[in-house]
């Protein structure tokens, strides 16, 4: 989808800050833009900071071109490995080092903990409410990444991909960690053993996508979402984020628990006390995030 013009901050991702808005574009339409390894390693980096910095208060994943993401880049390029974290063929290694000796087991494991489910992570993990606004085919990885943010938008013409049995191979980047709570197991299984495509429509009826809308009123309608979010209560959002994020698992007790230290941490924040003033002054709060 069309954005304003953003800094290239690694190759393949623009961004940019506004209204307390954090952008992270996808930028390589020629490559439907499947993530490379310095992709994922800056979009991890730019959530982390959005987390950091009091003034984004929320941010907004999307991309250019017709696809959202069709996954990692499995044609790897000059470090030899996908943004899964799995070695891509064709490409060398990481040094000569590793290059010269087998791989053994526990390497593939290993490079998933730090591709692709540490990429999926960061976006749960985000303090900030995160936006997917779903611009084209996401599969794969970039269905996951989709999945994980907190809201998601989808143009019409959108459509979902587990494409992993396609290809042989289990679903990483946590999609059976995902999917299941999203829509159930039995759906979950479906949608992972045919690796059908699934078209927008359906993943609103089925709960994977909060709205579909018109493929030119997608930025609109993500700017608006986010930028509502931003004038929000930053830090009672981040730990409603963060409960319900645990909530399916953990025991009634540990949830209540922990609710009950949220809450009590969330009316420490100057937020709180606009919130409750505003209310006993019947006018319009003005939360500033902290």
């Known amino acids: 989808?069309?954005?304003?013009?953003?800094?290239?901050?690694?190759?393949?991702?623009?961004?940019?800050?506004?209204?307390?808005?954090?952008?992270?574009?996808?930028?390589?339409?020629?490559?439907?833009n499947a993530v490379t390894r310095d992709q994922r390693e800056r979009i991890i980096a730019l959530l982390a900071d959005a987390s950091a910095d009091p003034d984004v208060r929320a941010v907004v994943i999307t991309a250019t071109g017709k696809g959202f993401c069709a996954g990692a880049d499995l044609r790897g390029e000059r470090s030899g490995r996908s943004a899964s974290g799995s070695p891509a063929s064709g490409g060398p290694a990481d040094g000569a080092e590793e290059r010269e000796r087998e791989r053994v087991p526990g390497d593939v494991a290993r490079m998933i903990r730090l591709g692709a489910q540490r990429f999926v992570a960061a976006v749960l993990d985000c303090e900030k409410?995160?936006?997917?606004?779903?611009?084209?085919?996401?599969?794969?990885?970039?269905?996951?990444?989709?999945?994980?943010?907190?809201?998601?938008?989808?143009?019409?013409?959108?459509?979902?991909?587990?494409?992993?049995?396609?290809?042989g191979l289990v679903p990483d980047g946590g999609g059976a960690y995902l999917l299941p709570r999203l829509v159930g197991p039995q759906r979950a299984k479906e949608?992972?053993?045919?690796?059908?495509?699934?078209?927008?429509?359906?993943?609103?009826?089925?709960?994977?996508?909060?709205?579909?809308?018109?493929?030119?009123?997608?930025?609109?309608?993500a700017r608006a979402w986010a930028e509502r979010l931003a004038q929000g209560p930053t830090r009672a959002l981040a730990l409603t984020k963060q409960l319900v994020n645990a909530s399916l698992d953990t025991d009634r007790a540990s949830a209540f628990a922990a609710e009950a230290s949220a809450v009590e941490i969330a009316m420490t924040t100057r937020d709180a006390n606009e919130g409750v003033a505003s209310f006993v002054e019947r006018r319009a709060p003005e939360y500033r995030g902290r």
């Open 1 to 32: 989808m069309p954005v304003s013009e953003g800094e290239p901050v690694a190759r393949g991702v623009l961004h940019r800050t506004g209204n307390g808005v954090s952008w992270i574009t996808l930028d390589r339409p020629e490559a439907m």
């Open 191 to 221: 949608l992972m053993f045919f690796g059908d495509a699934l078209s927008a429509a359906d993943a609103e009826r089925m709960g994977l996508v909060n709205r579909v809308v018109a493929a030119d009123e997608l930025e609109k309608t």
């Open 129 to 167: 409410p995160v936006i997917a606004a779903v611009n084209g085919t996401a599969a794969g990885l970039g269905a996951h990444l989709a999945f994980a943010c907190d809201l998601v938008l989808a143009a019409d013409s959108a459509r979902f991909v587990e494409v992993f049995v396609r290809r």
